[in-house]
T-cell receptor, first 115, second 115 residues
Framework: AQKITQTQPGMFVQEKEAVTLDCTYDTSDPSYGLFWYKQPSSGEMIFLIYQGSYDQQNATEGRYSLNFQKARKSANLVISASQLGDSAMYFCAMRVTDSWGKLQFGAGTQVVVTP | EPEVTQTPSHQVTQMGQEVILRCVPISNHLYFYWYRQILGQKVEFLVSFYNNEISEKSEIFDDQFSVERPDGSNFTLKIRSTKLEDSAMYFC?????????????FGQGTRLTVV
């Protein structure tokens, strides 16, 4: 069975600072993908960044980067230079190839960016 | 950019009534999903659909739920007799493939309130 764990229910960060959101996972499938989504208060799910289990390099996408440590089964999201618009719920999710492509989500981390 | 669209954005229904939530997936996608998010909680997988049949479902997806693709473009979720605990945000997602490295695209969600 697969499991995704986000242990930080909420975080405050000051504008322009970096913030790291933790995500650990567990799966016996060697082929998996890890995704981060942002959910603002309006409710929609916005895809941020993806990391594949076989990727050699950490994924980056603008101000978002993923600190992927495969041996520790962690895939932490780093948001650099936080902006007020980054205030949202952030979900880590995993997809394994040996399934019908469903995503399994963590509990989420609420980020509040303060001026 | 192609997107998944869901209608309605909000639905209020009386307990015991049937509701149909509608989704138009991205046109060349083959895999379709419904997820549920009870307010303040994590996103939970309900069902996956491929080749006009359910490929996987969770234990949440009981006999009160059904899905269909009635006309080759719409993908619907029906709740036969709604309960108060069905109040949630429902997300439709679609994907080109079921592999771990394929992104799932989410609709903006339907907020269902059962009164």
């Amino acid at each position: 069975a697969q499991k995704i764990t986000q242990t930080q229910p909420g975080m405050f960060v000051q504008e322009k600072e970096a913030v790291t959101l933790d995500c650990t996972y567990d799966t016996s499938d060697p082929s998996y993908g890890l995704f981060w989504y942002k959910q603002p208060s309006s409710g929609e799910m916005i895809f941020l960044i993806y990391q594949g289990s076989y990727d050699q390099q950490n994924a980056t996408e603008g101000r978002y980067s993923l600190n992927f440590q495969k041996a520790r089964k962690s895939a932490n999201l780093v948001i650099s230079a936080s902006q007020l618009g980054d205030s949202a719920m952030y979900f880590c999710a995993m997809r394994v190839t040996d399934s019908w492509g469903k995503l399994q989500f963590g509990a989420g981390t609420q980020v509040v960016v303060t001026p | 950019e192609p997107e998944v669209t869901q209608t309605p954005s909000h639905q209020v229904t009386q307990m015991g009534q049937e509701v149909i939530l509608r989704c138009v997936p991205i046109s060349n996608h083959l895999y379709f999903y419904w997820y549920r998010q009870i307010l303040g909680q994590k996103v939970e997988f309900l069902v996956s659909f491929y080749n006009n049949e359910i490929s996987e479902k969770s234990e949440i997806f009981d006999d009160q739920f059904s899905v269909e693709r009635p006309d080759g473009s719409n993908f619907t979720l029906k709740i036969r007799s709604t309960k108060l605990e069905d109040s949630a945000m429902y997300f439709c997602a679609s994907s080109e493939a079921r592999t771990a490295n394929t992104e799932a695209f989410f609709g903006q969600g339907t907020r269902l309130t059962v009164v």
